[in-house]
């Protein structure tokens, strides 16, 4: 058989690499985009998302005109953006797709928000509920919410209890005087996810690093010994 004829029989049972890249792009353009997922009073525009997830990712804040354009970006478009290193940009698709599901920090189920600060109160449990525990409320600015019927139809926020008689405890929540109830405020980092601290170089260099350390030390007590019988 020529050599051209056993090249055409090679291709047929070579994978059309071509074809195969113009279907990956095909279907990549065909994936249906990323759901948006609407803002909360706790959490109403980018700057307030970006400030709670830390990681100093506030900063650009600019480069996101609206709420939509940030939850519509993908990993390359943040590239794009300037957002460096790569671990920040997957950090903030991780807290992009928990925000999509719910999973939120402290404060994600406040209603009542007024300029970055929820009130919290404590409230006395309706007739109905079977508990002498007291619950903690969150209430609109102003108000009190203590009574039975009131508290019923105020939200419950995850994480806060009540300590004592009328103490509120719970994730940066600060106490009013004369323990008139507790305020929490939007904070840098307050759902920040903290990064792992390295330990001798990490997994991959542990042993490495050891080594020369367990060396230096060996080499400075010979040095030491010597110096002691000049």
Not at 60 to 81: D, G, M, N
Request: aromatic share 8%.
């Amino acid at each position: 058989m020529k050599a051209p004829t056993l090249r055409a029989s090679f291709r047929l049972f070579a994978p059309n690499t071509c074809l195969n890249n113009v279907q990956s792009r095909l279907l990549h353009k065909t994936r249906p985009p990323h759901a948006i997922p609407q803002p909360r009073p706790f959490v109403p525009d980018v700057p307030t998302f970006l400030t709670l997830i830390g990681r100093g990712l506030n900063k650009h804040a600019s480069k996101f005109p609206s709420w939509e354009s940030l939850f519509s970006l993908t990993s390359l478009e943040l590239k794009e953006l300037g957002i460096e290193p790569p671990r920040n940009r997957r950090y903030l698709l991780q807290w992009m797709q928990r925000y999509r599901k719910g999973a939120l920090g402290p404060g994600g189920d406040f209603k009542f928000v007024n300029d970055g600060q929820a009130l919290l109160k404590v409230a006395t449990p309706p007739a109905s509920v079977v508990s002498d525990a007291k619950w903690v409320v969150n209430v609109p600015s102003g108000e009190d919410g203590s009574g039975a019927a009131a508290a019923e139809s105020l939200p419950r926020p995850k994480g806060y209890t009540v300590r004592g008689l009328k103490s509120i405890a719970g994730p940066y929540a600060t106490p009013l005087p004369e323990e008139a109830g507790a305020v929490v405020k939007v904070t840098e980092g307050m759902w920040e996810q903290r990064q792992g601290r390295k330990m001798d170089g990490g997994e991959r260099r542990r042993a490495e690093v050891r080594f020369k350390r367990r060396s230096t030390e060996r080499r400075a007590e010979r040095e030491a010994e010597m110096m002691a019988k000049m």
